[in-house]
Nanobody, 120 residues
Framework: QVQLVESGGGLVQPGGSLRLSCAASGSIFSVDTMGWYRQAPGKERELVASISGGGRTIYADSVKGRFTISRDNAKNTGYLQMNSLALEDTAVYYC??????????????WGQGTQVTVSS
């Protein structure tokens, strides 16, 4: 059974920083794309950033230059470094991973979400 466990959320003042982590565990054959999504109250879930198995990154326009996504393939762990946080970054952040438990069979898995609150 595969699990994605997020950590690192919390309360931060505007302009502050947080680092989210997402650790994939279980019977994993390989991990392809990892991504971070967020959902604010009353809004749809949106892509924040993603990183492919080869390290290619994609960012939402709203976070470019402030957030950095990375991964440690040896640990099956993804990270989201969030700097210059703003009030509008407040949301529940979800980790996702496209991974295979056997060769060639990929599925998308989700973490449980971690709350990020930016407030003065």
């Amino acid at each position: 059974q595969v699990q994605l466990v997020e950590s690192g959320g919390g309360l931060v003042q505007p302009g502050g920083s947080l680092r989210l982590s997402c650790a994939a565990s279980g019977s994993i054959f390989s991990v392809d794309t990892m991504g971070w999504y967020r959902q604010a109250p009353g809004k749809e879930r949106e892509l924040v950033a993603s990183i492919s198995g080869g390290g290619r990154t994609i960012y939402a326009d709203s976070v470019k230059g402030r957030f950095t996504i990375s991964r440690d393939n040896a640990k099956n762990t993804g990270y989201l470094q969030m700097n210059s946080l703003a009030l509008e970054d407040t949301a529940v952040y979800y980790c996702s991973a496209l991974l295979a438990i056997t060769r060639g069979y990929f599925n998308t898995y989700w973490g449980q979400g971690t709350q990020v609150t930016v407030s003065s």
